[in-house]
């Protein structure tokens, strides 16, 4: 009886850990978490709760173990789980795992003593493939969605869907813009090969730049970039972030115009000169949302702020930042600037007071 009681006991347990081990399986599926880092932490929890779990992933079309140089499946091969179920082998089960309706692994799960075992290693195998599946479109997501979109306004409609909606609300923010002075003149002479190496290069430069204080890309237009500051994501020091941007894509893109004459000096690229940026900065309260149509749309801002922000660029000298009165009167560290004194711009009615913009502390 004794006897009896100790393995209702021990399997009792045992049934106890491996239902833990599918809810922690479970828990992680939701995370987000770098597939390599998902696997890894599920083998080490269900292995200490099912025993010798194998795993094995499909690599150009056939199942090869994981982690690379490890036991597998054993001989079966992936045809026998193309449509999913299990194949019981050597003592052991292997259960297919699918992403997307499709064969993308398959886990060996040692046969238990249990009448449960069958049944929670199928389980087992559903919450893992669930929960690859889930690691894999969240790479997928991560690699394409915020590739062509900047990184607050991927977050926002991740978290919020709804926002993707058309409509906006009116907002302070900070309005930067950026174009490449000498754009035109640098296209006729090159190929567009060329162009575009130029155009990524000072992007990959100026980007950087604009993120790092926590600005949103809104748009690139040929050799012009717009970023806003307080938007999507409230910044109560909107205007120093962005002027601290534009000084810092000034200080990159004439480190990538130092490059270049380095490498036409070595003949490595053509003998042309290069453009170079002009920023304008204004501060003022603009209509940001999705604009566009049902079909496709974009996050943009709409307003003067905006509309000035682009005359105080196209006025800019080239390697300068020029900065309106009311991103000055926002400024809270030493700025280093010299008034250009009341400026009349296309399209409005009223002169704008603005500076050009040589550091900040």
Not at 16 to 43: F, I, K, N, T, Y
Not at 301 to 323: H, K, Y
């Amino acid at each position: 009886m004794l006897d009896r009681a100790g393995k209702a006991l021990a399997d009792e347990r045992e049934l106890s850990d491996r239902l833990a081990a599918l809810v922690h399986l479970g828990s992680r599926a939701r995370v987000g978490l770098a597939e390599s880092q998902l696997l890894a932490d599920a083998l080490d929890r269900v292995r200490h709760a099912y025993g010798d779990v194998r795993l094995s992933l499909m690599q150009d079309g056939a199942l090869a173990p994981y982690p690379e140089g490890s036991a597998g499946h054993g001989a079966v091969p992936a045809t026998a789980l193309a449509n999913g179920g299990a194949v019981q082998v050597d003592g052991a089960v292997v259960h297919a795992l699918t992403v997307k309706g499709r064969l993308a692994g398959a886990l060996t799960v040692p046969i238990g003593t249990t009448s449960q075992d069958e049944a929670l290693a199928a389980t087992l195998a559903s919450q893992l493939s669930i929960a690859l599946e889930n690691a894999r479109l969240y790479a997928e997501l991560d690699t394409l969605f915020r590739a062509y979109m900047s990184p607050d306004v991927a977050q926002s409609l991740l978290a919020d869907p709804n926002r993707a909606a058309l409509g906006g609300s009116l907002v302070e923010v900070t309005a930067l813009f950026a174009d490449l002075r000498g754009f035109t003149t640098f296209s006729e002479r090159v190929s567009p090969g060329e162009i575009v190496e130029m155009l990524n290069r000072f992007h990959t430069a100026a980007v950087p730049c604009i993120l790092g204080n926590g600005g949103t890309i809104v748009q690139f237009v040929g050799d012009a970039l717009l970023a806003l500051f307080n938007a999507p994501a409230a910044q109560p020091d909107h205007a120093e972030r962005a002027a601290h941007a534009a000084l810092d894509m000034q200080r990159a893109a004439a480190r990538v115009n130092a490059e270049v004459l380095r490498e036409q000096h070595a003949g490595l690229v053509s003998a042309v000169e290069w453009p170079q940026f002009r920023v304008g900065v204004n501060t003022g309260p603009a209509l940001v949302g999705n604009i566009g149509s049902p079909e496709f749309r974009g996050f943009n801002a709409m307003g003067d702020a905006v509309n000035v922000a682009a005359r105080l660029q196209s006025l800019a000298e080239p390697g300068t930042v020029v900065i309106g009165q009311s991103t000055r009167d926002q400024l809270t560290s030493p700025a280093d600037v010299r008034s250009l004194g009341d400026l009349s711009l296309k399209g409005k009615d009223q002169t704008v007071h603005a500076y050009v913009l040589s550091s900040l502390g």
